[in-house]
């Protein structure tokens, strides 16, 4: 495959028509309809269901959009780094990360750097684990931050030394708002808001699960989710009760919900992590350096 081609794909499966993508493409109509086809034949699959006047994709041109896009955003973050090379250090920083206040310390970092190399730009991808590593492994990021529990093995990483803490965000009118926090006992019955990270128990110990008990029962799980601003809103609705770490919503003011730490107290690690034999780009060299600095030398 061509990514020339690539891009022609791209191009209708965004404008869903084959003018508009030729016209926004710069290509004739017949060309582009041939370069599809030949596409098509290539892959042995339908990409595209045809109407009279647009055109959807087929299943296989789903998947197919998901590959060109990633194909894509790796291509463009190849050319940035090429592009970047010379005596100044330039170019850009992809760093991944689920919500947590640590990432107030990568920030610093990120703010005393641009001082001095005000031409590093940096894009923040925010996801759980899951997707952070996913896009980690790919090449699309250069580095994840990864809150606990999840499984870091196969990375090289620093320790981050803040630690989140676990509790539940609830309305202020909540009865299990008058307590200063919260035992596992408390959640008996109630409807609860869960992250889907913690639910997953596929690497060991899981200390979210391990803290709920043996005898925690799923059924009582009316939603999941991996933002919590989704999850803060179903609370403001009365849906339930969100499993959360705390400092990731707003409870000061008039704001109507509040968070309590669970009794006993449990609380997150927090990772940097990159691949290992990762080959970097000098401005993501650069900012690893003053990580390692800030934050002492990796213990992966």
């Not at 599809?36 to 789903?62: A, C, N, W, Y």
């Not at 994840?144 to 803040?162: R, S, T």
């Not at 009865?175 to 990270?197: E, F, H, V, Y």
């Amino acid at each position: 495959m061509e990514l020339r081609v690539l891009r022609y794909f791209l191009g209708v499966a965004r404008e869903g028509s084959i003018t508009g993508a030729a016209q926004a493409l710069h290509v004739t109509q017949p060309t582009l309809s041939r370069q599809l086809k030949d596409l098509e034949d290539e892959l042995g699959q339908q990409l595209f269901i045809r109407g009279s006047h647009s055109v959807s994709l087929t299943p296989e041109g789903m998947l197919l959009r998901k590959r060109a896009e990633e194909i894509m955003e790796m291509v463009h973050k190849t050319e940035a780094e090429f592009d970047s090379m010379g005596d100044n250090i330039a170019g850009d920083i992809h760093i991944g990360g689920g919500e947590t206040d640590a990432m107030r310390q990568i920030a610093r970092i990120i703010g005393e750097l641009h001082e001095d190399y005000p031409d590093i730009r940096y894009h923040i991808y925010s996801g759980n684990a899951e997707d952070v590593t996913e896009r980690l492994d790919k090449g699309m990021l250069d580095f994840g931050i990864l809150i606990q529990p999840v499984n870091i093995a196969k990375y090289d990483y620093v320790n981050l030394p803040e630690k989140d803490v676990w509790g539940v965000v609830m309305r202020k009118d909540s009865p299990l708002a008058a307590q200063k926090t919260i035992a596992r006992g408390d959640l008996a019955g109630l409807p609860l808001i869960c992250s889907r990270q913690p639910l997953q128990q596929n690497s060991g110990y899981n200390e979210v699960l391990n803290w709920l008990g043996d005898g925690f029962d799923k059924g009582n799980i009316v939603a999941t989710y991996n933002l919590i601003y989704n999850a803060a809103l179903m609370v403001e609705e009365g849906i339930g009760y969100a499993i959360s770490l705390d400092k990731l919503v707003s409870v000061t003011g008039h704001h109507n919900l509040c968070f309590r730490p669970f009794e006993p107290r449990l609380e997150s690690g927090l990772n940097i992590v990159w691949k290992k034999y990762q080959v970097f780009s000098a401005a993501a060299g650069l900012f690893l350096e003053r990580i390692k600095k800030k934050f002492s030398e990796p213990e992966g």
